[in-house]
């Protein structure tokens, strides 16, 4: 639960604080890390070089000699020997436990996978796995099927296995390729007709080709899979974690929580595991026309809260994407194509009146309310639904996120900071690449028109972070996100130009959105994201000090050690063999 551990942190933060006011009450401390350069996210003292930590909270942060005043026999000093060190990072919108069971269990390929190549992956799965047995996989890129026109994309997986159903996803996460055999088993046929808010793709003489957009691939399929064991979400939950971690990742948001997830953290917690903060934002269903069931949320936070998992959040799907499925919902028609004619604009997935009750009523009971919005028309209408919350209700001091809210109307961006609504940037996308030129073949040239992070910034709004993966990212690595806030160019350096470059920023406004941004939109400000006395020892060390490299190196950046109230829960491979924190490469 939250209440004892925000009770027992406030009392020993101002315990903490006293010391620091006093300066000369010398009690010792547990750790030090001394002679860092180290970022702290806080105004008054944005460098020092020690911080003192005790009982997992930050005791001291200023200089070596100050730190070092409060040491004992006991205390462990790390000296930092002049690297760099700030606080741990925020992941405002990810999918750990999809991205840790992608990893342990799934028939992996890289977005840019060729037809032959994933042809050879699955079927080397195929030979692993005992017939029957259904293989998951991904992802083909959003343009998969525009860069290679598969006559039959079911019969091209039928011609790699048809003992096994096989089901790939996008980069999206929203739609699926599948084989006949899938098909089958989730009892899709030619009479089978398309589900509200999704589509069977249909070869010319109307059977289904093996694409499944959306609502078809959520509700149709997803229903007849055979579902992940507690087991495998508890080793996914661990994993990612882990992975999390070792990119200087502290506290988390899981964007879109089924229980089995929130039942997994809360496990991987109680067995003392769990190395950071996890929001938990618990799903609602798609594609329905009845209000959600309020008191069966407010159950659901309760059952599943725990120490670092905090579940007052809900997640709530307006739109799907701006790629060649077309199923963001857009203020103007896409580009147009045969298939949807010169008109089409997209789909909202929720009524918007059923959205602004629903908003209105959960803000009404505490939750913090997560928005899939993706196209300018799905912004407009989430944010007229908080306004109408707001008026409702006054200002409950939720912060209402919008989740991927790249596209956005000029004439809206002002109502983020008026409306305290954080534009939830994710995933970490904001340059030239595959998923990008998509976009800009489905949109035309207000495709280049994405993510304006200085628009945003200068209205006052409070923009968050997130790599959103496994969706649309190889990983969650989120300095390739920080390095590419700056320079607005691909940070692997795969798809050379530059997206929208004038809304590019500056790299202590990018940090900031990777920390204490994050850490408000978790709620979390008080505990996380800067470094002062009295908040929680979550910090982290690099093998470079991000502001003195050049830009188009933060991307390379490793982060050596990771600390978690006040433990050591990640070392660089490097650092453990040279033994502490002392190396000197
Ligand atoms: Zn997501």
Redesign the pocket.
């Known amino acids: 639960m939250t209440i004892p551990t925000s009770v027992l942190r406030l009392a020993v933060a101002s315990i903490a604080m006293s010391w620091s006011a006093t300066a000369v009450a010398a009690e010792p401390v547990d750790t030090i890390l001394k002679n860092g350069e180290i970022y702290t996210i806080d105004s008054a003292q944005p460098w020092a070089e020690a911080v003192a930590i005790q009982d997992g909270l930050i005791a001291y942060v200023g200089t070596t000699e100050g730190a070092m005043a409060l040491a004992r026999v006991s205390t462990q000093v790390i000296d930092l020997g002049g690297r760099f060190a700030m606080p741990g990072l925020v992941d405002a ?3 750990p436990i999809m991205g840790g069971l992608k990893t342990l269990y799934e028939c992996n390929f890289e977005f840019t996978a060729t037809p032959d190549e994933i042809a050879a992956i699955v079927a080397g799965c195929a030979a692993r796995l005992p017939a029957g047995t259904l293989i998951r996989g991904g992802q083909w890129d959003s343009a998969f099927f525009e860069s290679h026109p598969l006559e039959s994309p079911r019969g091209f997986l039928d011609r790699v296995t048809d003992r096994h159903p096989v089901m790939l996803i996008d980069d999206s ?1 929203h739609n699926a390729w599948v084989n006949s055999a899938a098909l089958r088993m989730a009892g899709i046929d030619r009479d089978t007709p398309d589900p509200p808010g999704g589509r069977i793709v249909r070869d010319a003489s109307g059977e289904p080709n093996g694409v499944l957009l959306e609502a078809a691939f959520r509700i149709l399929l997803r229903k007849s899979l055979p579902p992940w064991t507690p087991e495998q979400h508890v080793a996914a939950a661990e994993a990612a974690a882990r992975m999390a971690n070792a990119y200087g990742i502290t506290s988390l948001k899981d ?2 929580a089924y229980d089995e997830y929130a039942a997994a953290y809360q496990a991987v917690d109680a067995a003392g595991k769990l190395h950071l903060n996890v929001v938990t934002s618990l799903r609602t269903s798609n594609d329905r026309a009845e209000p959600l069931d309020y008191g069966d949320f407010e159950a659901r936070r309760t059952r599943y809260a725990s120490r670092h998992v905090y579940t007052n959040f809900v997640k709530i799907f307006l739109d799907g994407v701006p790629t060649p499925a077309r199923t963001a919902a857009m203020l103007a028609p896409y580009v147009s194509d045969q298939e949807h004619g010169s008109t089409f604009t997209g789909e909202l997935l929720l009524d918007p009146g059923l959205l602004a009750k629903d908003v209105t009523e959960l803000d009404r009971r505490g939750f913090t309310i997560k928005i ?1 919005a993706a196209g300018d028309r799905s912004i407009r209408v989430a944010l007229d639904a908080i306004e109408a919350a707001r008026r409702a209700n006054g200002s409950s001091g939720l912060r209402h996120e919008l ?2 809210a790249g596209f956005i109307d000029p004439a809206d961006i002002p109502r983020f900071a008026q409306l305290d609504v954080v534009p939830d940037y ?2 970490v996308i904001w340059h030239p690449s595959p998923i990008i030129s998509s976009i800009i073949a489905a949109l035309g040239e207000r495709g280049r028109h994405y993510w304006p992070t200085r628009s945003l910034l200068d209205s006052g709004a409070l923009i968050a972070g ?1 790599s ?1 993966w496994p ?1 649309a990212v190889p990983d969650q690595n989120p300095w390739v996100g920080l390095e590419a806030l700056v320079t607005r160019q691909d940070p692997r350096g795969k798809t050379p130009g530059l997206l929208w470059k004038e809304e590019g920023i500056r790299l202590d406004e990018a940090v900031r959105i990777f920390t204490i941004n994050g850490a408000r939109a978790m709620r979390l400000e008080k505990q996380i994201g800067s470094l002062e006395v009295g908040k929680s020892a979550d910090l982290i060390v690099l093998d470079r000090n991000i502001f003195e490299v050049p830009i188009t190196d933060v991307g390379d950046a490793q982060v050596q050690m990771t600390f978690f109230e006040g433990s050591l829960v990640h070392v660089a491979p490097a650092v453990t063999s040279a033994g502490g924190g002392q190396t000197g490469d």
Do not use: E, K
């Open positions: 919108h990810v999918h996460q964007a879109g899939h989740a991927h994710s995933p997130g959103d969706a």
